[in-house]
Every structure is written in C-alpha cells, then in structure tokens.
C-alpha cells in the first residue's frame, strides 16, 4: 500500500520471532530485499549497517526500540516509513505503536491474505536479503544473498540432508539474522513442512528443558554451542529426549564424539560455508 517494489531495501530490527519470519516472508514475495540487522549491534555500527543499504522502510521490535531510538537522528529514512512491532503475539495483541512509528500489525489487518502477482516475477538471482559479516575487521559488510542462494539452503539443506517430516520440530537458538538459522535451519522445517521452534536467545541451562517441552526431533548450531551444553553439569535424564539429528557448523573434533554419546545423538550434519562466500563443504558421513 506505500509502494514498495521490488529491488527496495527494508531494515528489519527484530529479535528471534514469529513477526520476524512474517516480515521476511512477506518482503520476499513482493521482492524487496530483506536487510537483517544484527540485533547486537548499537550505536554508531548499527548507524553504519543501516544507512549502509540505503532501506526505503524499517521494522523495529519493542525490544530493540530503545537502541534505535538512540541512533534515530543520524538514520537516513523518512520520518513516517519506520513501523513498529510490539514485543506480544501481535495476532492477539497488536501493543500501542509509540510516537514517531506507524504500527505493522494494525495496518496489515486489512491487507489480501493471497499472494502477489510480483511472486510470478522473482527469479533466482534477485537479491533477498542483506546478511551482514561479523565485523572483525573493520565496519560490518552487508552480504547479497539471492533468491537462487536461498533455495540451494533449502533443496541442499533441508531436502536431501536433513529429511525432516510433517512430525518432526527442529529447534533454533540461533539468531535469524545470519545465514544459519534463517536459511539452513528455516530452509529445513519448510521443507518438510516441518515444525519451527524459536527461542528468543541460547540458553546452556534451560536447552534440554525447551526440547523435551516442545517435542523437538532436531536442532541447529554453531561454534561453541554443543561445547556450552557439554559443560551443563551431567544428569540422569541428558538421554531423555527425541532428537535424532542436529545441523550446524564449527563443532569442535574433541567436542564432537563425546556430545553424540552424553546425549545419545544419531546425526551430525556439520556444514562449512560463509554468507560471503562462493563455496560451501556438507559432511554427511557423520564422523
């Protein structure tokens, strides 16, 4: 309804949430290039990473406000293109947008729930998103990732590693504003129209607790985080749960067997990529 086409940049603010994958989904079909802002990221970074992608639209959670707010005045955007998403279940509870910010999930009550016609007119090299470097030399980069990119996580990934099912939950502490949760874990539950199970933010001590909670089959890591878990004192019931295979990369050698036999794991599924790069590794033989 303001006129968002394709090849626009929206700057997406939110933590690990549904609204968050709602945005993306809804960017995605009408073209628009998702620029997912690291949520750690403050002051004069977050200014660069923003201003960065030049982005026609923002969205910023409830729970990021307070750090956009103080970098608002030096953010290159319009006054009135800054939308709001109250930290609720905005389905049920849409929050109150404060001054200065339109409220998404009121305005979007009356749009068409059918697709686009622009969804017929997107193609695998149109850009999707924006996924910025980590910043350890210097300033973070914004990082093109392509609709075509997307689909390889998703058929690679999803299809013929990882095999998920209607049945199964695949859990993820990680943040989706990197390529490892949005892409291969999401990519993984899409396609097989399996279940998503987002946590806000990693948590060694309530881990297990989610996954026994919320029935989940399988998980998505990265670097340290199997050694977290592994450093949880031991207890009687690290057994007691349903996953069968896990997805991720960085897993340390020492790490590795010792995790699989403390919590009875099947599958290893360790991937070696970058959001930069060109080539990926995929080990499938679980050793």
């Not at 622009?118 to 850009?127: M, T």
């Not at 199997?226 to 991720?248: A, F, S």
């Amino acid at each position: 309804s303001i006129g968002v086409k394709k090849g626009d940049v929206v700057a997406i603010y939110v933590e690990n949430r549904p609204e968050l994958l709602a945005v993306v989904i809804g960017c995605a079909k009408i073209g628009a290039v998702n620029a997912l802002l690291n949520t750690q990221q403050v002051g004069k970074v977050l200014t660069h990473s923003f201003n960065l992608v030049q982005p026609r639209v923002a969205v910023v959670g409830e729970e990021l406000q307070k750090h956009f707010d103080e970098v608002r005045e030096h953010l290159e955007i319009n006054a009135d293109a800054v939308y709001y998403l109250a930290d609720t279940n905005t389905l049920e509870d849409a929050g109150t947008a404060p001054a200065g910010y339109r409220n998404l999930a009121t305005e979007i009550r009356n749009a068409p729930a059918h697709d686009p016609d622009s969804v017929n007119r997107i193609y695998i090299e149109d850009p999707l998103f924006y996924i910025y470097t980590s910043g350890t030399t210097g300033l973070p980069k914004a990082v093109i990732f392509n609709h075509g990119r997307w689909m390889k996580a998703y058929g690679g990934f999803g299809v013929t590693v990882m095999d998920l099912q209607p049945r199964d939950r695949i859990y993820v502490t990680l943040p989706f504003y990197h390529a490892t949760g949005m892409c291969v874990c999401w990519g993984s539950a899409l396609a097989g129209a399996a279940g998503l199970v987002m946590a806000r933010k990693f948590s060694a001590s309530r881990f297990w607790e989610d996954i026994r909670k919320y029935d989940v089959t399988a998980f998505g890591y990265v670097g340290e985080l199997c050694r977290y878990l592994m450093e949880q004192p031991e207890k009687p019931n690290d057994r007691d749960h349903k996953v069968t295979k896990i997805i991720g990369n960085g897993m340390r050698p020492n790490v590795w067997r010792p995790f699989k036999q403390r919590f009875g794991i099947d599958k290893v599924y360790e991937l070696y990529a970058s959001s930069e790069g060109n080539v990926g590794f995929m080990n499938l033989l679980n050793f």
